[in-house]
């Protein structure tokens, strides 16, 4: 307990799943945790479940695709809470189905990339200054295993999306390590976030599973899990990783 004692944290994407349960994890461990997302009723309510816990907590909104936005977000995160000490840009996901590369719209590309490739440059282009000029900070950001292997029926431009914030995420560390930052990139395969168990059928759940060496599928607590590991001095001597949290889905 109390790993994170004091650490201002903002999460981007925290009002469920994998953001939400990496805010709860941090907060238990004694982190200031700076919740973000667009459902403001859903973020009331992780808050809510944070302080009844007896956390440090505040929410905020931001279109993570307009830097104008995320500077207001950082001020606000910093007037409630203090310096932002950790930053895990959380936020993004995937409205396009698999499919041919020809059949991919212009629209559905552009969506992925901005809603995970820039909405994440632009987070840490408005957090990482204020870490520059302290000497210290942290930043995960998160990929998918989507990334990490190709397959043809995979989303390919959520796929190009996170592996491009793969490579980003491995730049920033090589940039930022001689001020005291680090950055390293959480990798999930299949969680079961309360929305994937209600839209992945029951069988399809089983057939997935046993595409893992370990015969289950992922958490959000997994995840949230890993990124304890990497937000603490336990890692301090880690940097620009790329970590698979797949059940042995993705060994490279």
């Not at 981007?12 to 805010?23: D, V």
């Not at 043809?152 to 920033?172: H, N, R």
């Not at 607590?221 to 990497?230: I, T």
Request: charged content about 25%; some cysteine.
């Amino acid at each position: 307990m109390n790993r994170l004692r004091d650490k201002v944290t903002l999460v981007t994407g925290s009002s469920r799943g994998i953001g939400a349960a990496i805010a709860a994890r941090f907060a238990q461990e004694g982190a200031k945790v700076a919740l973000h997302g667009r459902d403001a009723a859903a973020l009331s309510d992780v808050r809510a479940e944070i302080k009844w816990a007896g956390g440090s907590t505040c929410q905020v909104t931001a279109d993570l695709t307009k830097f104008c936005e995320i500077e207001d977000m950082r001020r606000h995160v910093e007037s409630e809470l203090g310096p932002i000490d950790i930053l895990v840009a959380n936020a993004g996901g995937n409205a396009a189905k698999p499919g041919p590369i020809e059949d991919t719209s212009e629209e559905e590309w552009r969506a992925a990339l901005d809603g995970n490739l820039t909405a994440t440059f632009l987070t840490v282009k408005s957090i990482l200054p204020g870490m520059k000029e302290r000497k210290a900070g942290n930043i995960i950001t998160i990929s998918s295993a989507a990334a990490r292997r190709p397959h043809p029926g995979s989303p390919v431009a959520y796929a190009a999306a996170k592996a491009g914030i793969e490579i980003f995420t491995q730049d920033l560390a090589a940039q930022v390590g001689p001020y005291g930052i680090r950055a390293n990139c959480i990798a999930p395969e299949t969680i079961l976030t309360e929305r994937n168990n209600e839209r992945i059928p029951l069988a399809q759940q089983d057939a997935l599973r046993e595409q893992h060496p370990i015969r289950r599928l992922g958490t959000p607590d997994d995840v949230a899990l890993a990124a304890l590991y990497l937000a603490s001095d336990d890692a301090s001597w880690v940097a620009g990783i790329i970590f698979d949290v797949a059940g042995g889905a993705v060994m490279v």
